[in-house]
């Protein structure tokens, strides 16, 4: 639930929850985001509030900078201010439109640099002993085999994972359909390995929760047969982490950073990569290139006359 406003903020929460509206509306903002954007813009209510602004409209350069100020005072994580402020911003350029502020007051903030951290991700053969830990004959087996192939073989979030309903996959053409951040769809592969464990959890999947005409039937569920959750995956995955002796090695996303980092490693071109994970920028694919120095240097050494 979100948090409610405090008295003081309580004159903030109708012009927060229109910008919200309209963040869904014109973006097709998860409930994810929403609910990350309404905590940064309940915090920024309480300081303007503190700082006697009876409405947002109220607020100035002067006083955002200090609540920026403040966010790194209060020993905020480098990416984490520059979401806060990037809130503040896109908040202000919505009251422009809006017209309860004729000019933007946060504009002139800026985020502190954000250094990039390169993704961690599993070898070959650590992938390969992470799949083959789910044993079919264990109660949910074949289904954390069937999810962590399908993760591995298609580059899923673990949030695209958990929305994948049964007509979403058509197996016989090695596809699932998926759905992405801003509500944009794209087609994963499905891979020779993932379509046997789908295949076989398929088979073997206890009777849905819902009534058997349902319109949407889930893919994964859990052992009550209703949707699995996001928890769920994590929870499953520190599992199997454990049977193949890679605990704290990987989280639901280092599977996707593993599917990135083979396929540029083996010579994927950057711009199918981009594609195959839904990236709407080739600059955050290009962070995956690191790995394919190895490959850079071999390619070296074969090609160039004065190599060796």
């Given at each position: 639930m979100p948090t409610p406003p405090t008295d003081a903020t309580t004159g903030f929460a109708p012009v927060i929850e229109r910008f919200l509206g309209a963040m869904v509306a014109e973006r097709g903002c998860s409930p994810f985001t929403v609910k990350s954007?309404?905590?940064?813009?309940?915090?920024?209510?309480?300081?303007?509030?503190?700082a006697g602004c009876r409405s947002p409209?109220?607020?100035?350069?002067?006083?955002?900078?200090?609540?920026?100020?403040?966010?790194?005072?209060?020993?905020?994580a480098s990416a984490t201010v520059a979401r806060k402020l990037a809130s503040t911003r896109s908040f202000y350029a919505f009251g422009q439109r809006e017209?309860?502020?004729?000019?933007?007051?946060?504009?002139?903030l800026r985020g502190p640099k954000r250094s990039r951290?390169?993704?961690?991700?599993?070898?070959?053969?650590?992938?390969?002993?992470?799949?083959?830990?789910?044993?079919?004959?264990?109660?949910?087996?074949?289904?954390?085999?069937?999810?962590?192939?399908?993760?591995?073989?298609?580059?899923?979030?673990?949030?695209?994972?958990v929305t994948v309903d049964d007509a979403d996959l058509d197996l016989r053409g090695g596809t699932v359909r998926v759905r992405g951040k801003g509500?944009?769809?794209?087609?994963?592969?499905?891979?020779?390995?993932?379509?046997?464990?789908?295949?076989?959890?398929?088979?073997?999947?206890?009777?849905?929760?819902?009534?058997?005409?349902?319109?949407?039937?889930?893919?994964?569920?859990?052992?009550?047969?209703?949707?699995?959750?996001?928890?769920?995956?994590?929870?499953?995955?520190?599992?199997?982490?454990l049977t193949a002796e890679l605990a704290g090695r990987a989280?639901?996303?280092?599977?996707?950073?593993?599917?990135?980092?083979?396929?540029?490693?083996?010579?994927?071109?950057?711009?199918?990569?981009?594609?195959?994970?839904g990236h709407k920028s080739l600059v955050t694919t290009q962070i995956y290139t690191h790995v394919t120095t190895t490959r850079l240097l071999d390619a070296f050494d074969k090609a160039h006359p004065r190599a060796r």
């Open positions: 954007y309404r905590e940064d813009l309940l915090q920024l209510s309480e300081f303007l509030a503190s409209g109220d607020a100035t350069s002067t006083i955002l900078r200090r609540f920026a100020g403040g966010l790194h005072a209060a020993g905020y017209g309860w502020v004729r000019t933007n007051p946060a504009k002139p951290k390169l993704p961690k991700f599993l070898t070959g053969e650590e992938i390969g002993r992470l799949l083959a830990a789910p044993q079919p004959k264990a109660a949910g087996g074949l289904r954390d085999r069937a999810i962590l192939e399908l993760m591995y073989s298609a580059g899923l979030r673990v949030r695209e994972l509500r944009r769809e794209r087609l994963g592969i499905v891979g020779r390995h993932a379509r046997a464990a789908l295949e076989a959890w398929l088979a073997s999947r206890p009777r849905p929760r819902a009534a058997p005409n349902a319109r949407v039937q889930p893919l994964f569920t859990n052992r009550f047969g209703t949707r699995l959750s996001v928890r769920g995956v994590a929870r499953l995955l520190e599992k199997h982490l989280s639901p996303h280092t599977l996707r950073h593993s599917f990135a980092t083979h396929l540029l490693d083996a010579g994927a071109d950057i711009r199918s990569v981009q594609e195959l994970l």
